[in-house]
C-alpha cells in the first residue's frame, strides 16, 4: 500500500509511545474504527475524557492518517502480514500492530458492506467552506508553526445532504491546485486538436505561445497528442 508523507506521519505519531501510552492508544484505535462505522469519519468520535490531555490538531492529524490507512487496507484486503509490515515500518512495536491488526479484524466484514455500498459516482459538491489555522506547536514539537486549511464540504448524494470536514496542510492544497492546473491544459490541448489552423504551434501545450524552445506544425501536434491518448 502506498502511502502518503501526511498518513505516514500521522501514524508514526499513532505507533509512537511518548504521543500515546498504552492507556491512551487503544482508545484512539477504536476510536478511529468506530468513526469510519457509526460517524463517517467524523473526529469528533476523539472528545473522549480519557483523550483530553492530548494535543487536538495532532490527535485529528492521528486521526485522518489512520482512518486512510484502515480504508486503504480493507480496499486492498490486506493481510496480517502486509499490514505488520507496514505498521513496523512505521515504528509500531509489536504489541500496538497486534492491537490494531485484532481490532482490523474485528471490524473488517462491517467496513467491506459499508465500503461495497458506496456508489461509483463521486457526490456533488454544492457549497464549500473554509479558514485557515496556524499550529505554533503539538504533543511532539515545542515550535511547528506551520499553517493548515480546514475545509468543509457541502455535498449531495441521490438527494441526501452530507458534510465532509477535513484539514490539509497549505502543501497538501498545492497538490490539488496543480492537478486542477494540469485539467485546465488539458482542455487546452483539445482544443488545439478541434482546430484545423495550419500555424505552427508549441510542442508543450499545442496552442500559440512563446513557453517552448521546439515548434512543431499543428498536424504533426496532433498526431501526437492522438497517440498519447
Known sequence: MELSESVQKGLQSLGDQTVLDRCSFPVVVDACFRSLLFSRGDPAVLDLPELKHLDKILLKQIHAAATTFILEAVKHNADKSTISFSLEELTFNTERIETFYTTFQKHKKDLELILSSIG????????????????????????????FYLISLSTETGGASEDVDFSCTAEQLQVKTEIKDEDMKLNMRKSAISSNQTHLCCAFCAVEC???????????IKNILLTES
Open 120 to 147: 461509483r459516482g463521486p457526490a456533488h459538491i454544492k457549497d464549500v467552506s473554509w479558514r485557515l489555522q496556524y499550529q505554533m506547536k503539538n504533543g511532539q514539537l515545542d515550535k511547528v508553526n506551520e499553517p
Open 210 to 220: 512563446k513557453c517552448a524552445q521546439m515548434y512543431l506544425p499543428q498536424t504533426q
